[in-house]
């Protein structure tokens, strides 16, 4: 639970973020913002943002605290605007159109805020025939070429859970894109609009891959390639005891280091030796049965050879490398990851659990100066209404 004011810790501490509830890529972008340090101030509307996670372990709602305000009622948009006018940025996840109509558009809000970073995260961006088409993370990557990379030849492709589209081309993008916007803002006093849409940040993704197809080294086809599970030494390989283990053995040396410690250096052809890789595949998987993951992970220990064991979600905490550096960490009775990346000065970490919707209102309510979030409007310790100057610690 949200227990403390989130502001002052991290690169970001000092600038306030408003967040206009939605699902997806628009939470998790807030909370990399929350991560980093900044005052994130999460509007949730009455009733629930239509996700069905309990929000005890929303995690997606670290680092943040939560007002409801239903922006469908009288005094709704302008609560909002009043947030917006004391923010540095503002993110909303609604199809195109929406914020305008709700009253809470970037016109609206740079009327009252010329300096504001009003980032937008869409699926398929504000503009395009398919700008007000209902979608989700599977239906976006699968438009960019990137969905059709995965899976086996004759197989289906297969589901890369919601990681590429919606954080990695999604949230990723959006993160990069306001703070590029508030770098600017803060240079010329100029807000503007970031369109940060997953058809276009996914297919950014891809750009090595695109360079790679121009140049002939890319089939446009599933696993034909170096790195889409094509080449025998980069994939994965089940163990004798139904597991699986990544190789990623690439340069030569890494190769060559890779089939000695398998126990084939004497029948591996060459790594260039593309009309072998059928036959090095055989090799390599037939060899990889015969010992199970952990067997296996012991043989390549301290090695080059560019092998580790897939582990599983609840495995991966636990791994010595990942406990070392404090990957994971627990809080709230909740294991998830540690903010990241990190900062030699300006350290990161989880302040706060999941915010609950609206516990956080009168907190905000006094150090933003917005009255009106009260429901009784009364906010008899709230400061006045042109509110007081930006956290800076």
């Not at 403390?4 to 967040?19: F, I, M, S, W």
Request: charged share 20%.
């Amino acid at each position: 639970m949200s227990v403390a004011k989130t502001p002052g810790h991290g690169p970001l501490a000092g600038v306030r973020v408003v967040e206009l509830a939605g699902i997806g890529p628009g939470p998790f972008a807030a909370m990399l913002l929350g991560d980093l340090g900044a005052d994130v101030v999460r509007v949730d509307r009455p009733g629930g943002a239509g996700l069905a996670v309990n929000p005890l372990y929303d995690v997606t709602n670290r680092n943040k605290r939560s007002v409801i305000v239903d922006l469908k009622s009288p005094d709704g948009p302008d609560t909002v605007l009043g947030l917006a006018e004391r923010a540095d940025i503002l993110i909303e996840g609604y199809r195109p159109g929406v914020a305008e109509r709700l009253g809470v558009g970037p016109e609206t809000c740079h009327a009252r805020n010329p300096g504001l970073v009003y980032g937008r995260m869409t699926g398929w961006g504000q503009q395009g025939p398919l700008a007000q088409r209902a979608g989700h993370d599977i239906a976006y990557i699968a438009l960019t070429g990137t969905l059709g990379m995965t899976g086996a030849p004759g197989t289906p492709p297969v589901a890369p859970a919601n990681l590429l589209g919606d954080y990695a081309g999604g949230s990723l993008y959006l993160v990069v894109g306001v703070l590029a916007a508030l770098h600017h803002a803060r240079a010329t006093g100029a807000g503007q609009v970031v369109d940060a849409a997953i058809v276009d940040g996914t297919s950014h993704l891809s750009a090595m891959i695109h360079g790679m197809l121009a140049a002939g080294g890319w089939q446009d086809r599933r696993a034909a390639n170096l790195l889409d599970g094509g080449c025998p030494f980069y994939g994965t390989y089940e163990t004798a005891d139904g597991r699986y283990v990544a190789v990623g053995a690439l340069e030569q040396q890494f190769y060559e280091e890779f089939v000695d410690l398998l126990g084939i250096g004497d029948r591996a052809p060459a790594r260039k030796d593309t009309a072998a890789w059928g036959d090095l595949r055989e090799t390599v998987a037939a060899r990889f049965k015969t010992r199970t993951r952990d067997e296996w992970t012991a043989v390549f220990e301290g090695s080059d050879a560019c092998v580790a064991p897939v582990l599983s979600l609840r495995e991966a905490p636990h791994h010595a490398h990942l406990a070392a550096r404090g990957t994971f960490t627990d809080f709230g009775g909740i294991t998830q990851p540690a903010p990241a990346p990190r900062f030699s000065a300006t350290h990161t970490s989880v302040r706060t659990g999941p915010a609950q919707p609206g516990a956080d209102t009168a907190e905000v309510a006094h150090d933003w100066g917005i009255a009106g979030l009260l429901p009784d409007r009364r906010a008899e310790d709230a400061p006045a209404e042109d509110g007081p100057a930006k956290d800076t610690d």
